[in-house]
C-alpha cells in the first residue's frame, strides 16, 4: 500500500457542529502531517506527528484539535469552526528527514 | 513559516515546448527540496527531489536545478504535454529537533497549449 487515504471528500458542517477529519497510511512512515489549503494558495502547514507524538504546532487555533491513535491513523477534530475555515485539508506522511512527502486527495470542508 | 516565493504565477507554453519553473527560497538551513504537481481538486503529487549536496537531479522528463548560492530552484519539463497542466509548488524541508517541517512556495500555474 504506497497511498495516504483520507476521509470524508467532503463535507459541510455548521458552525456549532463536531465533526473529525480522519487520514491513514501504511506505508511504515513516522510523521504525519495536516495542512489547510485555501484556493490559488500553497498548502500551508498546521500540525506535525513525529513518532505519533506532536512536534510541531504552527500556532492553530484550538477550534481545530489534531490526534495520533497509532502510526498509520491522524484525525482533525473540528469544533466550532469560522466560514474561514473552509479550506481543502491535506495529510501528509514522511518515512524520514530528506525522503520525501506524500499527500493524500485532501478532504474539502465547507462551514456554513 | 519560511519564505519560499515563485518568481511567475502563471506560465503558458505549447505543447511540445520545454517549460522551466523557478523558485527562491530564504533559509539556507534548508537542506531538501521537493517539486509537486497538484491538479484541480487534488492532493500534491509527489514529482522529484534533490538535496543540498546536489545542484542536479534528472527524472523521466523533468529536471530540477539547485542553486545554493543564490537560494534559486527550478523545474524543468521538457516537451511538455497536455497532461502537464496544473499548479506546480516547490517545497522546502527544514529539520529541526522538533520535527521535519515542510514549507511551501505560491505556486505557479502551466498551462500547455496543444
Known amino acids: 500500500d504506497t497511498e495516504v487515504t483520507q476521509t470524508p471528500k467532503h463535507l459541510v458542517m455548521g458552525m456549532t457542529n463536531k465533526k473529525s477529519l480522519k487520514c491513514e497510511q501504511h506505508?511504515?512512515?513516522?510523521?504525519m502531517y495536516w495542512y489547510k489549503q485555501k484556493a490559488k494558495k500553497p498548502p500551508e502547514l498546521m500540525f506535525v506527528?513525529?513518532?505519533?507524538?506532536?512536534?510541531i504546532n504552527e500556532s492553530v487555533p484550538s477550534r481545530f484539535s489534531p490526534e495520533c491513535p497509532n502510526s498509520s491513523l491522524l484525525n482533525l477534530h473540528l469544533h466550532a469552526l469560522q466560514p474561514e475555515d473552509s479550506a481543502l485539508y491535506l495529510c501528509?506522511?514522511?518515512?524520514?528527514?530528506?525522503?520525501?512527502?506524500?499527500f493524500g486527495p485532501g478532504t474539502r470542508l465547507t462551514v456554513t | 513559516g519560511e519564505s519560499v516565493g515563485l518568481h511567475l504565477p502563471t506560465l503558458s507554453v505549447q505543447e511540445g515546448d520545454n517549460s522551466i519553473i523557478n523558485c527562491a527560497y530564504s533559509?539556507?538551513?534548508?537542506?531538501?527540496f521537493i517539486w509537486y504537481k497538484q491538479e484541480s481538486g487534488k492532493g500534491p503529487q509527489f514529482i522529484i527531489d534533490i538535496r543540498s549536496n546536489m545542484d542536479k537531479r534528472q527524472g523521466q522528463r523533468v529536471t530540477v536545478l539547485l542553486n545554493k548560492t543564490v537560494k534559486h530552484l527550478s523545474l524543468q519539463i521538457a516537451a511538455t504535454q497536455p497532461g502537464d497542466s496544473a499548479v506546480y509548488f516547490c517545497a522546502e524541508n527544514i529539520y529541526s529537533n522538533t520535527g521535519n517541517q515542510f514549507y511551501f512556495g505560491t505556486g505557479t500555474s502551466l498551462t500547455v497549449i496543444p
Open positions: 506505508m511504515g512512515h513516522r510523521a
Open positions: 506527528y513525529s513518532y505519533e507524538k506532536l512536534s
Open positions: 501528509a506522511s514522511s518515512p524520514g528527514q530528506g525522503r520525501g512527502q506524500y
Open positions: 533559509n539556507s538551513a534548508s537542506d531538501y
